[in-house]
Nanobody, 122 residues
Framework: QVQLVESGGGLVQAGGSLSLSCTASVDLDAYTMGWFRQGPGKEREFVNAIRWNGGQPYYAESVKDRFTISRDNAKNTVYLQMNSLKPEDTAVYYC????????????????WGQGTQVTVSS
């Protein structure tokens, strides 16, 4: 079983930054990794994703100039660097994994972390 654990969430003022980490229980060198988020009363939505070789990251338009996804397969970890945070970024952030070359769709991912809360105040 693949287990994912997110960390790094918290409360930050608008314009600030946070860095999230997701550590897996297995080697990730064959997995596409993605970040999703779910705000209050909203559906889970795609944030960004990076394939197993790290060569083709994908971003939602709302975050492409502010968020960066990266991975360190040797540490079984994927990161989400969030800059210039806005109140609308407030959500529970989830990391997800799949052994397919997935991109933006929830249904493409097989394994999910428990989520970490990010709250951005105005």
């Amino acid at each position: 079983q693949v287990q994912l654990v997110e960390s790094g969430g918290g409360l930050v003022q608008a314009g600030g930054s946070l860095s999230l980490s997701c550590t897996a229980s297995v080697d990730l060198d064959a997995y596409t990794m993605g970040w999703f988020r779910q705000g209050p009363g909203k559906e889970r939505e795609f944030v960004n994703a990076i394939r197993w070789n790290g060569g083709q990251p994908y971003y939602a338009e709302s975050v492409k100039d502010r968020f960066t996804i990266s991975r360190d397969n040797a540490k079984n970890t994927v990161y989400l660097q969030m800059n210039s945070l806005k109140p609308e970024d407030t959500a529970v952030y989830y990391c997800a994994a799949t052994d397919r070359q997935a991109t933006r769709f929830v249904g493409e991912y097989d394994y999910w972390g428990q989520g970490t809360q990010v709250t951005v105040s105005s």
